[in-house]
């Protein structure tokens, strides 16, 4: 029997999303409207200090959707890597999205995202503007186009 009156398949998504952490079902955050490269090279807290004073913010990458508009947005990219919302909370060797959130949904590249050597620069996330567009783990310091986006 299908769950919405003329579905083609027995199976249509509500908008619940699993909390990985909680375990937990709440409803999903919306899906960003706009995902905007900006072609300037900033360091991350630059680059998070822009977006949010257009009111806006670093993409967070919540799902396999989300990482497919921003593996199109990347490719026009002048950097070899494009910051991401995503920080590592040194003390607990854990990577944390700008909205607070956990990272469930992931796409580090090989030896990337697991421990990070925090004691000389505190560590962000970038996604790759070539290859297979993996993420990738920089210092902060270094300068890059950066994804906002706009909810």
Same mark, same amino acid.
């Given at each position: 029997m299908?769950?919405?009156?003329?579905?083609?398949?027995?199976? =249509?998504w509500? %908008?619940?999303?699993?909390y990985?952490? +909680? #375990?937990?079902w709440?409803?999903a955050?919306?899906?960003p409207d706009k @995902?905007?490269?900006?072609?300037e090279?900033?360091?991350?807290s630059e680059a998070?200090?822009?977006?949010?004073?257009n009111?806006?913010d670093?993409?967070? =990458?919540?799902? %396999?959707?989300?990482?497919?508009r921003? +593996? #199109?947005?990347?490719?026009g990219?002048?950097t070899a890597?494009v910051? @991401?919302?995503?920080?590592?909370y040194?003390i607990m060797?854990m990577?944390?999205?700008?909205s607070g959130?956990?990272?469930?949904y992931h796409?580090w590249a090989?030896?990337? %995202?697991t421990t990070?050597?925090?004691s000389l620069e505190n560590?962000?996330?970038?996604?790759q503007s070539?290859?297979?567009?993996r993420?990738i783990s920089?210092?902060e310091?270094h300068?890059?186009?950066?994804?906002?986006?706009?909810y």
């Amino acid at each position: 029997m299908n769950v919405v009156k003329g579905a083609s398949t027995a199976a =249509v998504w509500l %908008g619940l999303r699993n909390y990985c952490i +909680m #375990n937990m079902w709440l409803w999903a955050e919306e899906i960003p409207d706009k @995902l905007i490269l900006i072609k300037e090279n900033l360091m991350w807290s630059e680059a998070l200090r822009y977006c949010r004073q257009n009111r806006m913010d670093l993409v967070s =990458v919540h799902s %396999g959707e989300i990482q497919r508009r921003v +593996m #199109n947005v990347v490719k026009g990219a002048s950097t070899a890597a494009v910051w @991401l919302g995503l920080h590592n909370y040194c003390i607990m060797n854990m990577w944390l999205w700008v909205s607070g959130e956990m990272v469930c949904y992931h796409n580090w590249a090989p030896g990337n %995202g697991t421990t990070e050597n925090c004691s000389l620069e505190n560590r962000k996330g970038a996604v790759q503007s070539g290859g297979d567009q993996r993420w990738i783990s920089l210092p902060e310091s270094h300068k890059l186009n950066f994804i906002c986006s706009r909810y």
